[in-house]
């Protein structure tokens, strides 16, 4: 008997965005409203990170809430339904079940059943993770439409009295749509780890830690602030400029910058290192969003498109940066 030879799924040759969603928090929380526990002013808050507000999620809001209202918006704007989806991708950290994953109970909620569904934990960089992962399915003929989602409700996850990073977190959800193009719509995508960086944004304690002993409360985030801020600021703008490369694209030929909503002096320098001309959008949900993880990217591509700076078919760099410490960018099409 002769040996069988397997047969491989082949895919089209060129991805792209067919749609985006947003979700943002319900309550618009100012510096003032959280500057007392952290013994801070709006000033400082200001001058340290550039925001003015940041979005939150009222207590009756879920995480699942944000993410379905995010993906429906997303599907609509693709003109498709959640039938036509074929793979669910959540890009999550605030995700409270270790099981069932967040982006199966997503497909549920949105009739996507039996879409393959999984949850990405690579925090700030989980949607350019996802929209890495959806490129490399639709090309590989595994699936014909990916649904990705970044969902977080860092509100959750904030001690009040923390100065390193909770007054700089908060809620939202972005999705997109990713599927077959006539022509290339996503480069690249430049991505990696330093897990030995992992201790400069971090859980204060693990769930095994807070089972056994109560006393030492709810597990929150912290940061080592000026630790992050260099490595973001002298390790990601090579990355973007990776991504550039990768992507047979010059600085002068995006139209829009969209980094990770993290803080707005990091953003200043990579546009300062990337030598970006006056003429390139740069994103700053920021002032008025906060920071939003995994979501931050996906929802400062909108407020471009509600500012009317971007619109269909422009070029944007997106890089992601965060907690492991993982990264990832790519440059793409705007739906």
Known sequence: MSRAVLTQATGPAHTRILGLGVARGERAVTNDDIAGPIDSSDEWIRQRTGIVTR?????????????????RAALDHAGLTGADVDAVIVSTVTHFSQTPAAAALLADRIGATPAAAWDVSAACAGYCYGVGQADALVRAGTARHVLVVGAEKMSDFIDPTDRSISFLLGDGAGAAVVGPSDTPGIGP???????????????????????????????????????????????????????????????????????????NRIIDQMVKQLKLPESVVVARDIVDTGNTSAASIPLATERLYRDGQVSSGDLALQIGFGAGLVYAAQVVVLP
């Open 55 to 71: 979005r939150r999620a009222d207590e009756g809001t879920s995480l699942l809430d944000l993410a379905e209202q995010a993906a």
């Open 189 to 263: 995508t430049v991505w990696g780890s330093d897990g030995s960086k992992a201790g400069e944004i971090y859980q204060t304690h693990d769930w095994l830690a807070w089972r056994d002993d109560p006393s030492l409360g709810f597990p929150t985030l912290r940061q080592e602030g000026p630790s992050v801020y260099k490595w973001a600021v002298w390790q990601m703008a090579p990355v973007a400029q990776r991504a550039l490369d990768a992507a047979g694209v010059l600085p002068e030929q995006i139209d829009a910058f969209i980094p990770h909503q993290a803080n």
